[in-house]
């Protein structure tokens, strides 16, 4: 039988879930995708039914098979990518979540951490976590699950239950609930996680009331995770890479050597930058984060992360219903010379790095009689732009100055006028490359290593290939005002 060639990246997105088919070139064959459904049970909560996510994580990953025409024999690993901090609870026995998932952008335990913050616990915490006491994070997320499914906590006690976040549960669920396991990219996301001695940490399990039987194993991001239930392709094939989706991108975008950065536009945006081994906490409010662990060794990256970036222009769509598609908004914002004194501060679930306050909430300002649906989308898009100039100061505040451009993708990178505008906003060159499914490719690179298929980071780093560059061309002194603005639109948010 010929060699396996080819490798499957599942990529679990807040939105949507993807499976993407690539060859031994790192090219993408093909690719299946299903939306799925959002629950807003109470104002600031968000729920994801795992069912579903299971469900169309198995229906994209036989789609794709089907639409490249191979057979699942070609296919060397799979890698897993998820969104990150999202958690859920099953029951060991059953396979069953005890509750729908907890999704990264809930609020519900805002309260909690404010307790916990006005304790004094956060100076401990980010000392081990690199991360802040924020309901963004999952220890919150699942102690508040813990407390309010009847007989939860006991039954964690008792080491029925087992968490994990998306990639966790994927790989039970793909390997028939035989293996419990996590990276440390997902791992650090969890406020229980000692990111530098690279271990689930007592001091924090008992901070958050989290039962230690109830956590899965952390190993290397590309390793023989399991085998995935030969029932779902027809044939049994290794899991072989997993990361968090902000660290799959990095590693799909090749920003293998200090001070190369990336920035991801989905739902969110998270901009991250290679700081090497040794970790530095950030004195500017970012995070500090596992990039990816390789043969025990640990890469670390500087986080900055935005919780809205395309759900805002997603918004437009649903909510304001002034474009029926998000890519629009891109000849919107040509048509118009400029947003007409119109900021919008996207801050419809509290505002991230580096303002960090949950509590906020979204404002439109500026606006005037003669003020257009295209001035809205212009200055939506703006926001993206100005959200991501707060985190690139922030992180040439807290280390040296990254190396040069600025890497994009995700959904939202597909908009020329927005990466236009962004290296306008940043004053340095924005590049999109070729294969804007980077967080895919990040994860079938590391499957690809794990399996043995590609041989190490030298040769990763040649798939990488450029799309488009843009280069600043914004009047100075436009820039500084424009920015004026936006700041003082935060000002008024954070009032
Ligand atoms: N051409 C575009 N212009 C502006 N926004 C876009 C465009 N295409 C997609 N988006 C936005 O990007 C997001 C989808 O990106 P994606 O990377 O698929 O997100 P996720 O992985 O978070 O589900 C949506 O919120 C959508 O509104
Ligand atoms: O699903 P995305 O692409 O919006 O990413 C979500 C992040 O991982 C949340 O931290």
């Not at 109830?214 to 072989?240: K, S």
């Not at 890479?241 to 739902?267: E, H, I, N, V």
Request: glycine share 8%; charged share 20%.
């Amino acid at each position: 039988m010929p060699q396996p060639t080819h490798i499957l990246a599942i990529d679990q997105g807040t939105t949507s879930t993807r499976c993407i088919l690539f060859d031994s070139a790192a090219r993408p064959l093909a690719v299946a995708q299903r939306e799925f459904a959002q629950h807003y049970p109470e104002l600031g909560w968000v729920e994801h039914d795992p069912e579903d996510i299971w469900s169309d994580t198995v229906a994209t990953m036989r789609e794709v098979v089907a639409t490249a025409g191979i057979d699942a024999s070609a296919i060397a690993g799979i890698g897993i990518t998820n969104q990150r901090e999202t958690v859920v609870v099953w029951d060991r026995a059953t396979g069953r979540p005890i509750h729908r998932a907890i999704v990264w952008q809930d609020r519900r335990t805002s309260e909690l951490c404010g307790q916990l913050k006005a304790d004094g616990a956060e100076a401990m915490v980010t000392q081990k976590t690199g991360l802040l006491i924020d309901p963004y994070f999952s220890a919150t997320k699942l102690a508040w699950i813990l407390d309010n499914v009847p007989g939860a906590r006991a039954a964690a006690e008792r080491g029925e239950l087992a968490c994990g976040t998306i990639d966790t549960f994927l790989l039970s669920r793909l390997t028939r609930g035989r293996v419990h396991a996590t990276d440390p990219t997902n791992a650090g996301r969890t406020l229980l996680f000692d990111i530098m001695a690279q271990q689930w940490d007592e001091e924090l399990l008992r901070l958050f009331r989290v039962p230690p039987a109830i956590l899965p194993e952390v190993r290397d991001n590309a390793c023989l995770f399991g085998e995935c239930d030969p029932d779902i392709l027809g044939h049994a094939i290794p899991i072989a890479g997993m990361a968090g989706d902000q660290q799959a991108a990095l590693f799909g975008q090749g920003c293998f050597r200090p001070g190369m950065a990336k920035s991801t536009y989905g739902t969110g945006c998270f901009a991250l930058m290679n700081i090497g081994t040794t970790p530095v906490l950030s004195s500017n409010r970012l995070l500090t984060t596992p990039a990816y662990r390789l043969a025990g060794v640990t890469t670390y990256a500087l986080e900055g992360s935005i919780f809205v970036a395309g759900a805002a222009v997603k918004w437009l769509r649903d909510g304001l219903k002034i474009i029926t598609r998000a890519s629009e908004t891109h000849d919107m914002a040509t048509r118009v010379p400029d947003s007409h004194g119109v900021y919008m501060v996207p801050a419809f679930v509290g505002l991230g790095a580096p303002y960090w306050n949950p509590d906020v909430r979204g404002l439109i300002c500026g606006l005037t009689l003669d003020a257009t649906d295209a001035h809205l989308a212009r200055a939506a898009l703006e926001s993206v732009a100005f959200q991501t100039k707060d985190l690139v100061d922030a992180m040439r505040a807290d280390s040296a100055p990254g190396q040069g451009a600025l890497r994009v993708d995700g959904g939202m990178a597909a908009n020329d006028w927005l990466c236009q505008f962004l290296a306008d906003i940043l004053a340095a060159p924005v590049e999109r490359p070729s294969t804007v499914e980077t967080t895919a490719l990040g994860a079938a690179f590391l499957a690809g290593l794990g399996t043995g298929l590609w041989t190490g980071l030298d040769q990763l780093e040649q798939v990488w290939s450029l799309n488009r560059r843009f280069e600043s061309k914004m009047d100075p002194a436009l820039r500084t005002t424009m920015i004026g603005g936006w700041r003082k639109a935060v000002e008024r948010t954070l009032l």
